[in-house]
């Protein structure tokens, strides 16, 4: 069985998605993610570091959905250390951002993620975050493009996200705080931040950071929403979109072929062959939840993939997504076995 290059079969990547569901609990009221605190502390660093710099993308991540309309699956998201060739514009030397966002509008944006299990500072941006900030700012300059930051502290707590934007135009700034999203979905495109005339492009020094790179995070005041996103590079995906095509089409299928078999009527969902497996969500001992990871033979239409739903809902016994091919589920109610098929179609179909 011949794995695409860097591949991740499919034990790995479940062990690895257990591992952070493990350590990071979501089963509070209120749903904030919080630390296992006793547990993580006690787990080696790359563990630690493992579970930090996950987070961390999945919450910049989360802020370009928020922040710029980015949807998985529907627009393209890229690692600045493996864009394809014909993106010699980024250059690989230096410091550069993490990610790098196709828009559905056109363009692109870079996001920045920093994830750590510590508190988040009393008055942001820290000076650490000053440091990253300005370092980054020299690659935009160098590039003339856009970039947002997400600095996220999680701890045993809470966890709390210091956001930070910068712009090329001045302009109205949405909030991703605001829940808002059909107005913002729906606006024209508008841009902030300091224009890149200007002679000073440094923080920390000269004017506010807050008039470039609001530094945001739960505990500050609500800012102005706007209805538009922001302006981004206008470059348009071209190759980027093949490239990562590629690379996501020969993931799915590595993971569907090293997934173990579904036999008899428990091998299909929604019209589709299933491979995969149910497991105990916790790997510190037996709680009676589970997780799931299951690869389907093939995807959805647009059309098809409205029909089923991700909601947030913390009282529902099974809270189950799909993205492409990849189908995952985490059971909220304790029981001796996890549940069947069946059900986790109907925690996957929105109710008509």
């Known amino acids: 069985m011949a794995s695409a290059k860097g591949a991740t079969g499919y034990w790995a990547r479940q062990h690895e998605l257990r591992l952070i569901l493990c350590l990071v609990n979501d089963q509070s009221p209120d749903g904030a993610l919080r630390l296992r605190g006793h547990e993580f502390k ?35 998201v890229a690692n600045f250390d493996v864009l394809p060739v014909g993106f010699q514009k980024y250059k690989k030397a230096g410091v550069r951002p993490d990610l790098l966002y196709a828009l559905p509008g056109g363009g692109y944006v870079a996001g920045e993620a920093r994830g750590q299990s510590s508190k988040a500072c009393v008055s942001p941006p820290s000076k650490a975050q000053l440091k990253r900030l300005n370092k980054l700012l020299t690659w935009s300059d160098r590039h003339q493009h856009p970039f947002f930051m997400s600095w996220s502290h999680l701890t045993a707590k809470r966890t709390v996200v210091d956001f930070f934007d910068y712009r090329l135009h001045e302009g109205e700034r949405h909030d991703p705080r605001d829940r808002s999203r059909d107005e913002l979905l729906t606006g024209t495109p508008t841009a902030t931040g300091p224009g890149p005339d200007q002679s000073d492009s440094s923080f920390g020094g000269g004017k506010p950071p807050d008039e470039g790179m609001p530094g945001l995070s739960p505990s500050a005041g609500p800012r102005r929403a706007s209805r538009g996103r922001p302006q981004a590079d206008p470059v348009q995906p071209g190759l980027l979109g093949q490239h990562s095509s590629r690379r996501i089409l020969e993931g799915e299928a590595y993971l569907f072929e090293t997934a173990p078999a579904m036999t008899g009527d428990r091998g299909h969902l929604l019209d589709r062959q299933l491979r995969g497996a149910w497991t105990h969500l916790d790997l510190l001992g037996p709680t009676g939840t589970y997780f799931f990871l299951g690869v389907l033979d093939r995807g959805f239409t647009e059309t098809e993939a409205a029909q089923l739903s991700r909601p947030l809902d913390l009282g529902r016994e099974i809270e189950a997504g799909v993205s492409g091919r990849l189908v995952a589920a985490v059971t909220h109610t304790a029981s001796a076995s996890p549940p069947p098929l069946s059900r986790l179609e109907e925690a996957l179909v929105m109710p008509s």
Do not use: D, K
């Open 42 to 76: 006690a787990s080696s660093g790359h563990i630690r570091r493992l579970i930090s710099e996950s987070v961390g993308l999945g919450l910049l991540t989360s802020s370009a959905c928020e922040l710029y309309g980015w949807r998985p699956r529907q627009s393209i």
